[in-house]
């Protein structure tokens, strides 16, 4: 029962015969970067993790020889994983859904530059996650027994808290932010997911935890307002929107701070 | 390793999807520690992929809709095949789950009164359907993820992210100790103790080569349990998802809730008609599932959208002659669309080029989901003590057919009982110390080490990735919608060829570090193994029931088949045998989508009479033998209460008899449906 893939997207150009695709390659954290170039056969239809499987399965370069075949991430394939961004003909991207038809030639991958390089396009991201406790990205629950439902919500808000909740650590933000550099900034996908607890009836209960997450040396002021994040998020977050909303709430929070002592 | 006070509780979770996380934050819960193994972080696994929506009989919408309903719609859908009691407790449990999740923050779509809003799926007639938009599985996963990253905070949940599963670790008298997994970046391999394991590693798609499945759901561990002894039950029944698109890497999955919020199934009705869509006059196409299943239309059950869509290909009627059918939603108003739909309609539009808000799209069936799976009771214990299974992963709750939307629930069910179950068993097995002694340890994790240095050492002139394609493409072409016995037969061969060959492979990466290749040869070795019990548990099946279906045997045969499979590992090959399915609360009746649910209920109460106690233990089954069709012969719809009376329910009736003289677009859900 097999099926063709469609051939419904219409390239304004005759095809190429091939597909020629530059890889920045490492052989692990501590050995240098290097490129190779590898050339596979047109198909149409073809996306980025099709041309590196068919690498994959025979690691030979454009010159013809024979090399490691090059290693990246990947896995839901739908661009809801998050899981194989790099940096594709220089912008950071889901390899998934990036279609050769729709890229210049030859087609360049890079693997993220903010975060440590494990093998060729593998990043390990594991601080975007470690930002996410810090943030306490999460509603606090008295318990998992059976409470009943959860507070009445008008479909206004929940729209816009769903923008938010789409978000899936994929690094696209922090990757193009002219302020992240070595970890030194908390960042715009931590920011938002405060601005996602925040505006729950229940999470703001414990606002304040999120907030002091997000002040401090590397905190909310090192944004920039490049605007560069809400420019390259593949879910089309309202990023730069957090940042003022959130950036509000610092204030106003310092404020009721300062009225407390 | 999490910290674990004197005579602490360690358990081990194996897969970081809903059904693991959900079982990682009940045990953390409780105040115990949790080792959590997944080949990805957590938040990337494949539940993020589940779109539609989640069940739960809320009944929100005036619809007479209950829990019984529900689990009668489960059992009806899954053809009888599975075990009725833990269907039963899933579906009532069903609305606190979906309630759990709005507390957590999951921003369900809404009514204008600001409750939970539902939509409906296939299978039933009731808007049973809790949603977030069109992303509901990575909406309930990310819940899941927060919470257990809150136990992570407070030391409770250790992760173990991008280590993968390699083997269990049993003691002298085969129970669980632990597990040995593998560092995806060092390739160090690991023994870590646990007082039990719980595997939640999702199914087994990988196997068909292209599915709707994520690329880590190879089913390797799985088959790695049951290549040490446990049990796997109905590995036959695979579910084959009416409507993906197809794709050069994937099959990228497209909701049935398209068709929940009124999307139409249909072929131009002349042969090889080139126009475009837009340009076919409603008169001159075919809705042929609206015509043929008039109560149900384009939401009946999978295994029937995807046989007749398959058949309707087959007999050259697909679009231009081509292996694809229209699934339309451009009578549906954009906005509409986009609020229900939106995050879907993006993954067609971003992959296809098309925006199906305008254009129809072009869909055929893909291999989606196993019903099948390892062997459980009613607790989520395999015949291993000490191994517990949930999820897709394990093989109760969906008999021969799951129902869209039931997938998630039963993630999370699974993992909520799996967890009380396996802390019990902890409480009651001699720990820590029980096992230490005898080397056990050190010996499973030596035996993975040959493993893999073989694998390294390895050389031959056969290539991993194309046997990979080669089983793919076998399984794909002949065990999924249409099964010939003399197919399956040649199927097996072939995987005998493969494994036969898999001992010429050589890995070609000299560069271990991160390497994708021996994992891959693992998964590859593993997947084998588990593709013939599939192919077998169909070859010896000879009916056709729910998603497996036998050109020469085409009636379901509940005298010889109404039966679960079980397969066992041997030297040879699986070893298969049968037991009973418990059917107690329901008598098993024939499944008719042409027709409302209602009367065929109605029907087999009429010969249930009398003989609806459960059976006792060792006792025959009631089989039902009156499983023919007959024409509508009642005076008003009837169906049960949840003490399983005979109820008569007015609304019930009206809404039955509305829908099945009008055939209308509203029947099928269309846009006069309350959308």
């Known amino acids: 029962m097999s099926a063709q893939p469609h051939a419904t997207t219409k390239p304004n150009r005759t095809p190429p015969a091939t597909v020629e695709i530059r890889i920045r390659r490492r052989e692990n954290t501590d050995a240098p970067q290097y490129w190779e170039t590898f050339e596979i056969a047109y198909r149409p239809n073809l996306n980025i993790i099709s041309c590196l499987m068919e690498i994959q399965k025979n690691p030979v370069t454009k010159e013809g020889k024979q090399t490691t075949p090059p290693v990246w991430n990947m896995n839901c394939l739908e661009q809801v994983c998050g899981i194989c961004t790099m940096v594709i003909n220089g912008k950071v991207r889901q390899s998934c859904s990036a279609l050769v038809d729709q890229l210049e030639q030859p087609i360049t991958l890079e693997p993220m530059s903010k975060f440590p390089n494990v093998r060729d396009l593998i990043v390990d991201r594991s601080q975007m996650f470690d930002h996410l406790k810090r943030v306490h990205a999460w509603i606090e629950i008295d318990g998992t027994h059976d409470l009943g ?37 908390i960042g715009p996908q931590a920011i938002a997911q405060v601005r996602l607890f925040n505006m729950h009836p229940t999470g703001k209960m414990t606002r304040d935890e999120r907030l002091e997450g997000i002040t401090g040396d590397d905190g909310i002021t090192n944004c920039g307002n490049a605007q560069n994040c809400v420019r390259v998020c593949p879910m089309s977050i309202p990023l730069t929107k957090a940042i003022y909303e959130e950036n509000r709430e610092t204030i106003v929070h310092g404020l009721f701070g300062w009225l407390k002592r | 390793m999490a910290t674990v006070g004197k005579n602490g509780i360690k358990i081990a979770v194996v897969g970081g999807g809903l059904a693991g996380l959900a079982a990682a934050m009940k045990i953390a819960e409780k105040g115990h520690s949790v080792d959590l193994f997944s080949v990805v972080p957590v938040k990337r696994s494949h539940s993020v992929c589940a779109q539609g929506g989640i069940n739960g009989a809320v009944n929100t919408k005036g619809e007479g809709d209950s829990t019984w309903e529900h689990f009668d719609d489960t059992v009806y859908g899954g053809d009888f095949l599975a075990n009725q009691p833990p269907a039963k407790t899933m579906c009532e449990m069903a609305p606190a789950i979906i309630y759990l999740f709005d507390r ?3 921003p369900f779509s809404r009514t204008t009164e600001g ?116 049990k796997y039950a109905n590995g036959e029944f695979i579910q084959v998802h009416p409507t993906s698109i197809p794709g050069e890497d994937k099959l990228r999955l497209m909701s049935e809730s398209a068709r929940g919020e009124g999307g139409r199934v249909w072929v131009p009705r002349a042969k090889k008609d080139v126009r475009p869509p837009s340009s076919i006059p409603e008169r001159e196409r075919w809705y042929f599932l609206e015509e043929k299943y008039p109560a149900y239309g384009n939401l009946v059950p999978r295994d ?22 229209y699934l339309d939603l451009s009578h549906i108003p954009a906005e509409t669309l986009d609020r229900k739909l939106g995050a879907i309609l993006e993954i067609y539009e971003m992959f296809v080029g098309d925006d199906p808000r305008h254009v129809p799209m072009r869909i055929f069936p893909g291999v989606h989901y196993s019903m099948g799976g390892l062997w459980v009771d009613f607790e989520q214990h395999t015949n291993i003590p000490g191994l517990l299974a949930a999820g897709e992963c394990d093989y109760s709750i969906h008999g021969a057919n799951r129902l869209g939307a039931n997938s998630l629930v039963s993630c999370v069910f699974g993992g909520f009982v799996a967890a009380p179950a396996a802390i019990e068993f902890a409480q009651n097995v001699e720990r820590n110390g029980g096992a230490d002694g005898n080397g056990i340890y050190e010996q499973e994790l ?57 001992t010429r492979i050589s890995i070609n990466d000299s560069n271990l570090w991160a390497t994708m290749a021996l994992p891959h040869a693992r998964h590859l070795k593993n997947m084998l193994e588990l593709a013939r019990v599939i192919t077998l548990g169909a070859l010896n099946r000879n009916e056709s029931r729910g998603a497996h279906y036998k050109p020469d045997f085409p009636d379901r045969d509940d005298e010889n088949f109404l039966k679960t499979t079980i397969a066992e590992y041997s030297g040879e090959g699986p070893v298969l045998s049968y037991e009973a399915v418990d059917i107690s609360l329901i008598k098993p009746r024939k499944r008719d989508y042409s027709k409302g649910k209602q009367e065929t209920t109605a029907k087999a109460a009429a010969g249930a009479k009398g003989s609806a106690l459960p059976p006792k233990e060792g006792a025959p089954q009631v089989l039902s033998q009156d499983t023919e069709q007959k024409p509508k012969d009642l005076t008003g719809p009837v169906i049960w209460n949840q003490n399983k009376e005979e109820v008569r329910d007015v609304n019930q009736g009206q809404v039955e008899t509305r829908r099945g003289q009008d055939k209308s677009i509203e029947d099928a859900g269309g846009k006069s449906d309350k959308i």
């Not at chain 1, 808000?157 to 900034?185: H, I, K």
């Not at chain 2, 309707?312 to 292996?323: P, Q, S």
């Not at chain 2, 076998?474 to 072939?494: C, G, I, P, Q």
């Open chain 2, 104 to 106: 957590m923050g999951v």
């Open chain 2, 446 to 502: 030596k035996r993975q080490e040959e493993i893999n240095d073989g694998l390294i050492k390895q050389s031959g002139n056969e290539n991993q990735y194309k046997l990979h394609e080669e089983m793919g493409k076998w399984m794909t072409d002949n065990v999924t919608v249409v099964r010939y016995n003399d197919k399956l037969k040649e199927t097996d061969d072939k995987l005998l060829e493969l494994m036969e060959r898999y």
């Open chain 1, 149 to 185: 439902p959860g507070p009445k919500m008008a479909q206004e808000d929940v729209a816009e808290r769903y923008a938010y909740s789409r978000c899936m650590t994929c690094g696209c933000c922090l990757e193009a932010c002219p302020q992240y550099e070595g970890d030194n900034y």
């Open chain 2, 304 to 325: 029937i959208a995807t046989r007749e869509i398959f058949q309707v290909c087959l007999d050259g009627m697909g679009i231009g002659g081509e292996n694809q059918v």
């Open chain 2, 115 to 230: 409750l939970l809003d539902f939509r409906r799926f296939g299978g039933t007639k009731h808007h049973r359907t809790a949603f977030a938009g069109a992303s509901t599985g990575q909406q309930l996963l990310y819940a899941l993820d927060e919470q257990v990253r809150r136990h992570e905070v407070e030391g409770k949940v250790q992760k173990y992210e991008g280590w993968e599963m390699m083997s269990l670790i049993l003691d002298d008298h085969q129970v669980c100790r632990g597990l040995v997994a593998m560092n995806l970046k060092t390739l160090e391999l690991k023994a870590f103790k646990a007082d039990a394991v719980i595997m939640a590693t999702g199914g087994p798609g990988l196997i068909f080569g292209k599915s709707t499945n994520s690329m880590v759901c190879t089913g390797s561990a799985v088959s790695a349990c049951y290549q040490q002894g446990a």
